[in-house]
């Protein structure tokens, strides 16, 4: 099946997250100039239409690269332009400003509009015509302004920063929720030699590195219904399946697989010691399998166990959710040890599922999926305390339920969806900083190594022999590497 021009330009963005604007690109020398631009692994350029000859050049560019590079046109500001564009074989049109008639008549030639804004109604406006590709235009010092925009936009928009741009700005741009920049006279210049346009080039998307979404490889797939709470423990990761019911690990080549008495839904160390959550109570967990209760737990009737954290003196705090799934009946708990009594900290929860303590310990963030928040709560983990939640954010727009939850070393939350086939990243405010897509239906859990790379569990549960064909990895363990 031939991928529309919307595709193909996505597709293009996540080869190489970098647009060149080729402003007072020549037709004498727009093929050589182009080519470098290929070498260097640039997919995406544009000549403004303030350039001279531009529609020549643009009609060049698009015969000779046939769609290797996808051609598009900038400065574009009225309709007959638009179609003008569209007979030479266009891919794309960029305006500086947001015109409603430009994007219509761009989406209505099969082209993909990306129209300039620089405040939230015009970014709206954009999103109302039909544009998803947004030009955030100037982009130098909008970190701040992209960040808090970010947080209200749809999920399937997407920011594209242009002007004043500089290297150093990117990783900034980046958390603020910019997939990808425009890069002008500091990539190209009129009478810039084809080498020196590559060079730029290469040394760009070397810089972008910071822009780029990784990639979750499968690295093993013991096949799991439901995979649950990994956590790395010396050369090794641990997780669960509480269905089969057993303990498996990962050891960089292998994995293993111990069986296990009862269920176990979460694992943590406290004090050295491996832990976790049983269904009415704590338990600690010997390597071979044996599994040493602690006091039962006094939850609501039809409850259960689900996930775990553990605090810096090695205190449990677990979460509780209803068999049947009953909005209100979950709740979280608090234990010094495994083998001491715990008490309720906080009710009137409907799933509590991620949990994760922030770096001063100050506050504890809990999933609530039934719900589809993540909650922050007050803690004290010296007196094992919470106080009153605050909803960090409702996932709106972002697709799946949230799942398990981990803190990078960065200090960010990541959010394994499932049912959404991704893991997200989220900001401060709760906006989704990245979406780092994951090659199984239902994403179950994560959590990072001391190097900062990344591991993910997945689950089979429900899912169609079509849906499991589709994502054979299901009920695997993934990973992604580090960030350079």
Not at 403 to 430: F, I, Y
Request: include cysteine.
């Amino acid at each position: 099946m031939t991928a529309t021009r919307e595709e193909a330009f996505d597709q293009a963005l996540e080869a190489a997250p970098l647009i060149a604007i080729l402003r007072g690109l020549t037709p004498t020398e727009a093929i050589a100039v182009g080519e470098a631009l290929y070498a260097a692994g640039v997919r995406l350029a544009e000549v403004p239409l303030n350039s001279p000859d531009p529609y020549e050049s643009i009609a060049l560019l698009c015969q000779h690269f046939q769609g290797r590079m996808l051609i598009g046109a900038g400065t574009v500001l009225r309709t007959d332009e638009v179609e003008r564009l569209a007979s030479i074989g266009c891919a794309f049109v960029v305006s500086p400003n947001t015109d409603a008639g430009v994007i219509g008549a761009t989406l209505a030639a099969g082209m993909v509009p990306l129209p300039g804004f620089s405040t939230p109604s015009e970014a709206f406006a954009a999103l109302a015509a039909g544009a998803r590709h947004l030009k955030a235009f100037p982009a130098h010092g909008a970190q701040q302004r992209l960040a808090a925009l970010s947080a209200v936009l749809p999920p399937q928009a997407r920011l594209i920063a242009v002007g004043g741009v500089q290297p150093a700005d990117l990783a900034g741009l980046g958390k603020a929720g910019v997939c990808a920049v425009g890069i002008g006279s500091d990539l190209y210049r009129p009478g810039h030699a084809p080498a020196q346009v590559q060079a730029r080039a290469q040394a760009w998307l070397t810089a972008m590195d910071s822009l780029r979404a990784p990639a979750a490889q499968l690295v093993c797939n013991p096949r799991t219904m439901v995979g649950e709470s990994p956590m790395v423990v010396g050369e090794q990761v641990l997780w669960a399946d509480p269905t089969r019911p057993c303990l498996l690990s990962w050891d960089g080549r292998e994995c293993h697989e111990v069986r296990l008495p009862e269920p176990v839904w979460a694992l943590g160390i406290s004090r050295g010691e491996l832990v976790g959550n049983g269904e009415p109570w704590f338990v600690r967990l010997g390597r071979a399998g044996e599994v040493e209760r602690g006091p039962p737990i006094a939850m609501a009737p039809g409850c259960r166990l689900n996930d775990l954290v553990i605090d810096s003196r090695g205190g449990l705090w677990g979460g509780s959710m209803h068999r049947g799934l009953l909005a209100g009946k979950g709740a979280l708990f608090h234990a010094p040890a495994f083998d001491q009594p715990a008490r309720v900290v906080a009710e009137g929860l409907g799933v509590a599922n991620g949990m994760a303590f922030s770096q001063d310990e100050k506050t504890l963030f809990v999933i609530d999926t039934l719900a589809r928040t993540l909650l922050a709560y007050p803690a004290d983990t010296l007196g094992g305390r919470l106080g009153e939640p605050r909803v960090v954010t409702d996932f709106l727009g972002v697709p799946g339920k949230p799942d398990g939850m981990a803190l990078s070393p960065e200090g960010t939350l990541w959010v394994a969806m499932w049912g959404g086939e991704a893991v997200v990243e989220l900001a401060d405010n709760g906006a989704v900083l990245r979406s780092v897509p994951v090659p199984a239906h239902h994403v179950g859990s994560l959590c990072f190594d001391p190097g900062g790379g990344m591991f993910i569990t997945t689950a089979r549960a429900r899912l169609t022999p079509e849906a499991l064909e589709r994502w054979p990895g299901s009920g695997g363990l993934f990973r992604v590497a580090p960030r350079r």
